[in-house]
């Protein structure tokens, strides 16, 4: 009898010793996967929260980047709408600007009430969420492939549906961060980086004064950087002649354009 039972003993404490592996096994993939998906989480969360925008031989004036292909206008500020926080956001943008045109430059569109998509800095997109409904800007934009209906699709949410419904084909416009895009306008007169670039200047003579005076130069330096910025102003009508030279459809502005 003992002989008889040990063949069938010796499988079973293989299959016991088989167990306890594949169980010990199992615990330290389960571990393993549990620190992949925190490491992975971990590294996208700093990738969100360090992303940056580095812009390379950027033009320092408004006018010195005009392209044939973009929207310039002037327009008023009506209100900010901020995009619907769901699982559906698109992270690169957080909300819309309204405004209403009273000045086609370049590239006129159907409608003088259109949108501003304003992007996250870290994504190199613009944003003008900063003005206060009422102030008037200068912009220079392009056609945003900004759209709402590709994003959130068929939401059972009803505020999300009904944020849908109001803005699906509303013109939509932005501009990337690498550029002179925005200037103010101020009691007839355009105020900005137009086409001169005081800071730059400034800092042509800081590094030019350091090669005689580090002293002089910290001294410059430190004013620039406590002081307040010195933007270069111009007559809106001198301003509207500057345009005419430099956009290439200035005499259609006045026409209907199709996105």
Known sequence: PILTFIPHAIPLVGMRRCHRYKKLNKSKKMKFDISKTVFIVCITLIANICSACSCLNMPRTFIKNI???????????????DL?????KYYAYHSLTKLVVFKWYQNRMKLDTIYYVNGEGGFCLE???GYKPGEKLIIKSENS??????IYGQSSNEHVSSF???????????NEICD??????LKNRVVGN???NYQDKRWKCVKITRKFSKKWAENLQNKMINGSQKFQKMSYNRFNKLMARKC????????????
């Open 67 to 81: 392209k044939s292909n973009q929207v310039i206008f002037a327009a008023e500020v009506v209100e900010h709408v």
């Open 84 to 88: 619907p926080n769901t699982e559906h």
């Open 127 to 129: 944003s003008i969420r």
């Open 145 to 150: 492939f900004f759209q709402i209906d590709a």
């Open 164 to 174: 849908v419904k109001k803005y699906s084909g509303k013109p939509f416009i932005g």
């Open 180 to 185: 002179i895009s925005i200037l103010k306008y």
């Open 194 to 196: 137009i086409s001169i």
């Open 248 to 259: 290439t459809t200035y005499n259609n502005a006045h026409h209907n354009y199709t996105p």
